[in-house]
């Protein structure tokens, strides 16, 4: 991969902790991730997965090696500048939608908007054109108590995918859904990649894992070839 093709690079990544008891959660791994494509993260229960996916998504600092992101050194940033960082560049959507129950599906994507510049109008421009995207247009003002599994987790997508982040992260986005309105949110979730952001999607299903451009194994905290 050519280094502008790559978007996340982290080489020798390591973590580990020192309470309550020293534990190795991951074992150095280098791992290059490109532009606008997808990456599917596989592997057994408590391998890592979730780990991986919060260093990438700078939720996690990892304790060695070195983590570049759009060529930026993401793994010595302070608290608030990962905050900052993730605002700007990061997605995320996990296996509940995690939606504030008593707000709209507008009103829910526009958390995302964290930009105290941009005006009222056009923070709910964006969030129904991003709602748009997901097919949820007709439901922008229903409250997300009232929105079914699958929709709830587009209106996710919808609040992951209104700042144009350059990656989206995906941990177990189906986990709680049945088969068919899971491809439904899937072919959503890979759709990220035709406008331009990177998908990582952590997933035990081995359909949804398939669809990606390329994956990488866990197990017991390193990558298994
Ligand atoms: N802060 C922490 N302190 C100690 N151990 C941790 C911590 N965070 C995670 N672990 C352990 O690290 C291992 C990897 O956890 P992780 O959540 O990344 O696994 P996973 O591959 O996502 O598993 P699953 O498929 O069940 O979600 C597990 O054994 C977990 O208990
Ligand atoms: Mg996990």
């Known amino acids: 991969m050519s280094q502008s ?8 990544v390591e973590l580990e902790v020192h309470r309550p ?6 074992h150095p791994l280098t791992l290059r991730v ?3 494509t997808s990456l599917a993260v596989v592997g057994p229960s408590g391998a890592g997965k979730t ?5 990438l998504g700078a939720l996690q600092p990892p304790s060695g090696g070195t ?14 500048e990962s905050a900052r960082f993730r605002n700007l560049n990061i997605g995320f959507v996990f296996q509940n939608a995690n939606l504030i129950d008593e707000r709209s599906a ?6 995302a908007l964290t930009d105290p510049t941009l005006e009222r109008r056009a ?17 922008a003002d229903r409250e997300a108590a009232l929105l079914s599994g699958g929709e709830r987790q587009r209106v996710a997508i919808a609040r992951a995918m209104v700042k144009n982040p350059l990656m989206v992260i995906a941990d177990e986005p189906t986990g709680a859904l049945d088969q068919t309105t899971g491809r439904d949110v899937l072919a959503l979730l890979y759709g990220v990649t035709a ?14 894992a398939s669809l990606a451009a390329s994956s990488v194994s866990l197990v017991d905290g390193r990558i298994a070839e």
């Not at 008891?21 to 991951?26: A, E, M, N, P, S």
């Not at 780990?51 to 260093?55: D, K, P, S």
């Not at 129904?128 to 439901?139: F, H, K, S, T, Y």
């Not at 952001?197 to 952590?202: C, D, E, F, G, Y």
């Open 5 to 12: 093709a790559v978007l996340a690079e982290l080489v020798d």
């Open 21 to 26: 008891v020293y534990t190795r959660i991951l």
């Open 34 to 36: 490109g532009r606008s």
């Open 51 to 55: 780990t991986l996916a919060a260093i």
């Open 67 to 80: 983590y570049h992101f759009a060529g930026a050194n993401i793994a010595d940033l302070s608290r608030k």
């Open 106 to 111: 507008w009103r829910n994507v526009a958390i």
């Open 123 to 139: 923070v709910e421009q964006r969030c129904r054109e991003a709602l748009a995207d997901v097919g949820l247009q007709a439901i």
């Open 195 to 208: 406008r331009g952001a990177t998908l990582v999607i952590v997933s035990h299903d081995p359909y949804a």
